[in-house]
C-alpha cells in the first residue's frame, strides 16, 4: 500500500544532536520540510558513506527550510559513541534520531522484524506531517543525497505551483509541464 499523503503518526524519540541528548517529537517536524533518512545500523559500511554525503549538502537543505533527520533503531548512546569514533559521523550536524523500541520504524514500514533493524529508507514530509515522496533501497546499495536535494526542490516547486509538475531531471529555472484538463486523470 502506498505511503503517499499518510501523515507522520505522533512520535517522542531521543536524539543525538550537537554533541546533546535532545528529544525530538511531531510538532518539531511541523510547518517545515523534513527528511527521514532512515539506515539499518550505527558501526556499519554504506551507512556512514550516505550521512557524510547527505551532511554536505545538509547546508542547502537547511536553505529550503527542510530539516534532516537520519533514523536507525540504535539508541541515542549508541549515536554519540559512533560520533566519538568516526571521522564522517563527526562532521554531522543534523539530528540522529533512535528509534530502539522501532515506534518511527514501524510507522514508516520500514522495519525487519527479524533483524531489529530499519530498511534503507528515504521519506520527505511536508509542511502538514504527510509523506509526499519515499524510496526504500536495498540493504546493499547506497543513496545519492544530490538526489534528493533535486526531489525536495522539485516537491517543493509542485507544493508552490500546483498546475505545474516537474520532469525527469529537472532543475530550478527549468522548464515545467502543465497537464491539460484531459489528461489530469492521468498522471
Not at 518539531?28 to 527528511?35: E, L, R
Amino acid at each position: 500500500m502506498s505511503m503517499i499523503l499518510k501523515e507522520v503518526s505522533d512520535f517522542k524519540v531521543q536524539a543525538f544532536h550537537k554533541d546533546e541528548f535532545v528529544t525530538v517529537e511531531k510538532k518539531d517536524i511541523m510547518k517545515k520540510w523534513s527528511v527521514f533518512f532512515f539506515y539499518p545500523a550505527d558501526f556499519t559500511f554504506i551507512c556512514p558513506t550516505e550521512l557524510e554525503d547527505l551532511q554536505d549538502k545538509y547546508e542547502e537543505f537547511k536553505k529550503l527550510d527542510c530539516e534532516i533527520y537520519s533514523v536507525s533503531t540504535d539508541s541515542h548512546f549508541v549515536h554519540k559513541a559512533w560520533k566519538d569514533a568516526s571521522e564522517r559521523i563527526k562532521k554531522i550536524q543534523y539530528p540522529m534520531l533512535a528509534d530502539p523500541t522501532h515506534a518511527l520504524s514501524l510507522d514508516f514500514d520500514v522495519l525487519i522484524k527479524e533483524d531489529g533493524l530499519a530498511e534503507r529508507a528515504t521519506f520527505v514530509v511536508n509542511p502538514e506531517g504527510k509523506i509526499v515522496a519515499y524510496e526504500i533501497n536495498a540493504g546493499n546499495v547506497g543513496r545519492n543525497a544530490e538526489e534528493l536535494l533535486r526531489k525536495v526542490k522539485a516537491l517543493q516547486f509542485v507544493a508552490e505551483h500546483g498546475d505545474e509538475v516537474c520532469p525527469a531531471k529537472w532543475q530550478p529555472g527549468d522548464d515545467t509541464l502543465k497537464p491539460s484538463l484531459d489528461l489530469v486523470g492521468l498522471l
